[in-house]
């Protein structure tokens, strides 16, 4: 497919992982992607391995407004407008709210939640000039609880509640947003659970497919929802998590 040739695309968090991967099927499908992340190595490496013509990296963290908004105007100056803006950059620290770090929990919702306001908010005025879109990585963390990770499902129940209000409120406009939320993904966030055995079976046995996702597979989400296959489509916080949702939390009978 190709639904997005002459499309500008920004992509935080572009340097691994979720991010790296959907960095990847937009230029796979014809988009000037525009690649953020907080260290450069890893910018470069994905980077590499793209169309030089068609994309370009910057170091920004996105805790800091500035460093979003110099974000947005480069990709408006190398490649002439926006059309769709991935909020995927995020942490994940451990912790119920007496083992979480003070520090630990601002940054996590710097990061995870006031990185979509800050990204949404300059990149708001270029997206309604070319009715573009937002989607943004929430999680199944978002959409419920979980066990030590009070400051991630605080950020991401945040992301869930933002993507709600930006629908209602840019509709008129004519700039979708809708969110992602994921299950457990490989991806070098969670490398530990990957490596444990113990808690890998615990996660197979609760998620009806079985498997974690691959980052490919959110990134395929995540196109659709930027595509005009999803043109009807806002304020959703899709969840692509193997049936993790579809349980009520009860345990299996027999």
Not at 24 to 35: H, I, P
Not at 63 to 88: M, Y
Not at 226 to 235: E, K, L, Q, R, V
């Amino acid at each position: 497919m190709q639904r997005f040739v002459d499309k500008v695309v920004i992509v935080t968090g572009a340097g691994s992982g979720i991010g790296e991967a959907t960095a990847r099927r937009f230029s796979e499908e014809g988009a000037c992607v525009v690649l953020a992340g907080d260290r450069r190595a890893p910018l470069a490496r994905v980077a590499g391995e793209l169309d030089p013509e068609r994309t370009l990296f910057k170091v920004a963290d996105v805790s800091r407004f500035a460093d979003v908004q110099a974000l947005v105007a480069a990709a408006v100056k190398a490649f002439g407008g926006l059309d769709v803006l991935v909020n995927n950059a995020g942490i994940a620290p451990e912790g119920d709210v007496t083992k979480v770090r003070p520090d630990a929990w601002a940054r996590t919702l710097a990061v995870n939640a006031g990185g979509v306001f800050h990204g949404s908010r300059a990149a708001m005025p270029h997206l309604v000039k070319r009715r573009g879109c937002i989607v943004n990585t929430a999680s199944v963390s978002g959409l419920g609880g979980d066990w030590s990770l009070a400051a991630y499902n605080a950020s991401k129940g945040a992301v869930v509640q933002l993507t709600r209000a930006m629908a209602l409120d840019h509709g008129k406009d004519g700039v979708r947003v809708n969110a992602v939320c994921p299950s457990l993904t490989i991806t070098p966030m969670t490398e530990d659970i990957k490596g444990d055995r113990r808690q890998m079976a615990k996660f197979r046995e609760r998620i009806p497919l079985g498997r974690p996702a691959q980052p490919a597979e959110i990134a395929a989400a995540i196109a659709f929802l930027a595509s005009d296959d999803a043109s009807f489509i806002t304020g959703v916080c899709l969840p692509v998590d193997g049936g993790v949702t579809a349980s009520n939390g009860q345990p299996a009978m027999g």
